[in-house]
C-alpha cells in the first residue's frame, strides 16, 4: 500500500526574490542568470523565484505497479496525470528533475490559440469544415476553459489574464491578420478583432506597429503555478509523484509496461504516456519527427513610473517579425521579454544583448529599463508545424505528445484531458490529433545546429524580398 503524499498549493511571494533553484542543476541544460552582486550559483529563474518554496517529491527506490504512468512533470504530465486520477485511474507521475523544470516553467507564458503553429486557416486546408471547427475549438476556447476550471476546482491562484494581441511590424502583415481573423470567423470564432495603427497605440505605447489583432480569449499565465498547481490536485486525489527519478528504459513484459529508473520501477499495467516533448526520442526511437531548438527570455526590474504607460492595458504581445519579440506586464511592474530561436544555445550575455537591443526597439524612448532576470528554454518543432500526437498499438498503448514550436501552454492542457478521455473511451479527441501525418527527420537532432540556421537564412532573404508577407519563426 502506497502512503499519500502531501504537497502544498503553490503560493506567490511578494516579489521575486534572488534565490537558488530547486532544480538540479546536474540534469538541467538550460541556464539561469540574475542580476545580482551576490548571487547564488544555481539561480532561480523569474517563474521559480516568485513563488513560496515547494517541498517537493521523493526518488522512487522501490519497485511498484500503478494502471498508469506518466513521464514528465510538465504541463502535459501534471494535466494527464490530473485527469486520470479524478476519473479514478491509479497513476504514478515520475519526473527526472523537478515538477516544472524544464519548458513548462521557462516559457513566455503567453496564452494564444492553434494547435503549435497551426492556426485557423491551416485547419480549414487540412480538414472538412466540421473537423476544422472542432479542431479550432479543442485548441482555443476549450483549451483557455479547461485551465479557469481547474484552478476555480483547487483554488488556484495563476496569475490568469485575459486578452492578447498581435502586432503587425509591417503594414502588409494586416492582410494576414485580416485573413487569419475572417478564417476564425468561418469556425465560428468572433473573438479577435483588427485594429489599425492609431488604434494599437491604446495598447503599446510605441511607434513600432502598423496595427494588430486583439484576441479576446487569450491572454497569459504563470506557467509554473499553473504546473505545480495540476500536481497539487492530482495528489489531493491520490495521485502518486517521484521526483529526480529519470525513466532510462521501457520494457513490454507480460503483465505490463515495465518503466525502469536508476533505483526502481514501475509496472504500468494499462498504459504509458510519454510528456516528455523533445526528449522523447530517448525512450521511443521511432518518434523521430521533431527537431530540437532553443528559446530565451528575460523580465525586467520593477518600472520606475509602472508598466501601464508602456502596456496600458496590461495585455501579452507577439510581433510578426521574421525573429518575433513577445513581451507582457508582470507582477511588481515588470515585463517579461523574450524572443528568437536558435540551432544551438546561446550564453548569458548574447542573450542579454540581443533581448535587450530588442525590447529597447520596441520602447525606444526608455533606455533606463534593463533585465533583473534572464534564461534559455528549450523546445522542438516539427516540419508541418502541427503538434505530433501518436497512439502506439498493443494491450498496453503509450501515448506520445511532442513538437510544439514554443506554442501551446493551453492545448497542452486541453491535450492531457483529451488523453484521459480516449484512455477510457469517452470520446476520439485523441484520435482527431493523431489523424494528423507527420514526417520523420532523418537525423534531426543531430543536424539542428546547421538545418535551423540554415532555413531561418532561407526564410530570412524571402522576408527580405517580400516584407509584406507575413513570415516568422
Given at each position: 500500500m502506497s502512503v499519500k503524499q502531501k504537497i502544498e498549493k503553490p503560493e506567490f511571494i511578494d516579489d521575486a526574490a534572488f534565490v537558488p533553484s530547486r532544480n538540479i542543476e546536474a540534469q538541467q541544460d538550460d541556464w539561469n542568470w540574475i542580476k545580482s552582486d551576490i548571487g547564488p550559483e544555481n539561480p532561480a529563474n523569474y517563474y521559480e523565484s516568485t513563488l513560496l518554496p515547494w517541498s517537493g517529491f521523493p526518488k522512487l527506490e522501490q519497485d511498484i505497479e500503478c494502471d498508469v504512468v506518466v513521464i514528465g512533470g510538465g504541463l502535459l504530465g501534471s494535466s494527464t496525470a490530473l485527469h486520470f486520477a479524478e476519473a479514478g485511474v491509479d497513476t504514478v507521475l515520475l519526473e527526472k528533475n523537478r515538477i516544472g523544470s524544464a519548458a513548462s516553467g521557462r516559457n513566455g507564458g503567453q496564452l494564444t490559440p492553434g494547435l503549435a503553429r497551426w492556426e485557423a486557416e491551416t485547419m480549414i486546408e487540412n480538414f472538412d469544415f466540421d473537423e476544422a471547427c472542432r479542431l479550432w475549438r479543442f485548441t482555443s476556447v476549450e483549451s483557455f476553459d479547461l485551465i479557469d476550471e481547474i484552478a476555480d476546482r483547487y483554488g488556484l491562484s495563476i496569475d490568469l489574464r485575459k486578452g492578447h494581441l498581435t502586432a503587425a511590424i509591417h503594414p502588409g502583415h494586416i492582410n494576414a491578420l485580416t485573413k487569419g481573423a475572417d478564417a476564425r470567423k468561418y469556425l465560428g470564432d468572433d473573438t479577435v478583432r483588427i485594429l489599425g495603427p492609431y488604434e494599437i497605440k491604446d495598447h503599446i505605447n510605441t511607434d513600432l506597429y502598423h496595427g494588430g489583432a486583439l484576441d479576446t480569449i487569450g491572454g497569459q499565465v504563470h506557467s509554473l503555478a499553473l504546473t505545480r498547481g495540476m500536481v497539487y490536485g492530482f495528489v489531493q486525489k491520490g495521485g502518486q509523484v517521484y521526483e529526480d527519478s529519470e525513466v532510462l528504459a521501457l520494457e513490454e513484459t507480460p503483465q505490463g509496461t515495465l518503466v525502469r529508473t536508476e533505483q526502481g520501477t514501475v509496472l504500468a499495467k494499462k498504459a504509458v504516456v510519454l510528456a516528455v516533448h523533445e526528449s522523447t526520442f530517448k525512450l521511443l526511437s521511432e518518434a523521430n519527427s521533431t527537431i530540437p531548438f532553443y528559446t530565451y527570455v528575460a523580465v525586467t526590474h520593477p518600472i520606475t513610473d509602472g508598466t501601464e504607460p508602456l502596456l496600458p492595458t496590461n495585455m501579452a504581445v507577439y510581433d510578426t517579425q521574421f525573429q518575433i519579440d513577445y513581451y507582457r506586464p508582470v507582477k511588481k511592474q515588470r515585463i517579461l521579454f523574450g524572443g528568437q530561436g536558435t540551432g544551438t544555445r546561446w550564453d548569458e550575455q548574447k542573450t542579454?544583448?540581443?533581448?535587450?537591443?530588442?525590447?529597447?526597439?520596441?520602447?525606444?524612448?526608455?533606455?533606463?529599463?534593463?533585465?533583473?532576470?534572464?534564461?534559455?528554454?528549450?523546445?522542438?518543432?516539427?516540419?508541418?508545424?502541427?503538434?505530433?500526437?501518436?497512439?502506439?498499438?498493443?494491450n498496453v498503448p503509450t501515448y506520445v505528445v511532442q513538437g510544439w514550436s514554443g506554442h501551446g501552454i493551453a492545448q497542452t492542457v486541453r491535450i492531457g484531458k483529451a488523453i484521459r478521455d480516449d484512455f477510457l473511451n469517452y470520446n476520439d479527441d485523441f484520435s482527431m490529433l493523431t489523424s494528423i501525418e507527420h514526417r520523420s527527420i532523418l537525423l534531426g537532432r543531430q543536424l539542428a545546429p546547421v538545418a535551423i540556421p540554415l532555413a531561418k537564412s532561407l526564410l530570412g532573404m524571402q522576408n527580405m524580398l517580400a516584407p509584406g508577407k507575413m513570415i516568422s519563426f
Open positions: 542579454l544583448d540581443y533581448l535587450t537591443t530588442r525590447l529597447r526597439t520596441v520602447f525606444s524612448h526608455r533606455d533606463d529599463i534593463e533585465f533583473d532576470f534572464a534564461w534559455s528554454g528549450t523546445t522542438d518543432l516539427t516540419l508541418n508545424g502541427a503538434t505530433d500526437c501518436r497512439k502506439t498499438e498493443g
